[in-house]
Structures are given as C-alpha cells and as structure tokens.
C-alpha cells in the first residue's frame, strides 16, 4: 500500500486558515486521497477526498498537486471545534479493498 | 438514520472475563469495520465484513478475539479473556462498498480490563 507521511503537529490561531500538508510520493494512478478527522474523544470523521483535481466542500479544500505526490487540506478559517487530528489517507480504487488505514495523522491546535 | 450505534460506550471488566461489544450499522450500507484505538499503536483495523462476511481478519491480534455479523444490522466483536493490553476505544464503522464513500465511525467504546 501506498504510504502516506503528514506533520506530526500543527497550531493556527482562530479565523485564520490552516495549510496541512501530506506527501505521498509511491502514490498510484488509482489512489485516491481521503481525509478524515477525530475530534477529542469522537470516532473519525469523513472530511474530503479527491483524485487529481482541486475539491472544495463545506468543511475544507482539498488541493492537489500536478504529480500527485502531495497534496493539502485547507480549513479555510479555523474555529476552535476544528481542533483535532487529521489523517490523510490512500485508497486504491484499483483493488477490491474498500478499507481505511489511518497513519499518525497531524494534530491541530486551534489558540483562541 | 441515527448513525453507527455503538454499545456500551464504557465497560470496565476484570481481567479473565469476557467482554462483547456491540454495533449496528447505518442501514443500506455492506460493509462493517471494526477498529482498536490506543495511544502507543493509533488506530488499527481489526477486521471487516462484506454483506454480513469477514473479508480480512489479518488484524485480529490473537485467537482471544472473535467478530461475528449474525445479519446487516449487527456485529460483535468478543474478548475472552480479557486482559489488561487489551484497554483501549474500539470503535466500528460502516460505508458503501466504494472507494469514494465515506466511512462513518459510532463514537466508541471505551474498554477498561482492570
């Protein structure tokens, strides 16, 4: 399985945006990249996914790199309840293996 | 649809005994995970089923573990017996059988072998 490397921490102020980055370098034609987050004791929570292009949803923005081999999660202005950690995930639509594996994700601290 | 239910959301038991830990998943949805939560190993898979089948158990830590999916709206996963290490969240997760589908997790069940 492709392998997926984040920050181990990061910390933003509140209402200013947030820039997680996640490389993925063995990354392949038929992965696509999904991001979950767990917010402090919550189970995980489906944030965004994307192939090649650019995604953009109520949560987040995905932004994906010409090579695919990083891409970055952008909380557009971050609110305290945003304080949580984030896992970027591959998930090969060319197997017939739907699971997720969750690596150590980034954990983002929000300061008031 | 009220979520992934999970049950109970805490249980504290004796080490030796026996522990079963409850789910039942949004309905519609194929495909049921069962993953253990710890501070020194993260998140792990344990195993997960398809229509009501285990697919891949490779994530069972030993023979002490048992997950069964009688129907689509209910799975266990068993502990006997329990022992200390075995203190941890374990949550499951249910989605549709696609790439692109978002997993949804229950909130947990926080379990205590003392």
């Known amino acids: 399985d492709a392998k997926t490397t984040q920050p181990n921490s990061m910390e933003s102020n509140e209402e200013e945006p947030v820039h997680l980055p996640c490389n993925h370098s063995t990354i392949s034609g038929t992965d696509y990249i999904h991001w979950y987050r767990q917010l402090p004791s919550q189970g995980p929570e489906y944030v965004i996914h994307?192939?090649?292009s650019n995604v953009n949803n109520r949560m987040a923005s995905l932004a994906i790199a010409e090579d695919r081999k990083s891409s970055t999660l952008i909380l557009h202005r971050a609110t305290l309840r945003d304080a949580a950690v984030y896992y970027c995930?591959?998930?090969?639509?060319?197997?017939?293996?739907?699971?997720?594996?969750f690596g150590a994700g980034t954990t983002v601290t929000v300061r008031a | 649809d009220a979520g992934v239910i999970q049950s109970p959301r805490h249980e504290v038991t004796e080490m030796g005994q026996e522990v079963t830990l409850r789910c039942k998943p949004i309905?519609?949805?194929?495909?049921l995970f069962w993953y253990r939560q710890t501070m020194m190993r993260g998140l792990e898979l344990l195993i997960y089923f398809n229509n009501n089948v285990p697919i891949d158990d490779s994530g069972m830590p030993e023979d002490r573990f048992s997950a069964k999916m009688p129907n689509a709206s209910f799975s266990t996963l068993k502990i006997q017996p329990s022992e200390p290490r075995d203190s941890a969240v374990y949550f499951c997760?249910?989605?549709?059988?696609?790439?692109?589908?978002?997993?949804?997790f229950g909130q947990g069940t926080r379990l205590t072998v003392v």
């Open positions: 995930i591959l998930r090969d639509s060319g197997s017939n293996d739907y699971k997720l594996s």
């Open positions: 309905s519609g949805h194929d495909y």
């Open positions: 997760a249910s989605s549709f059988g696609t790439h692109v589908a978002e997993a949804f």
């Open positions: 994307g192939l090649t």
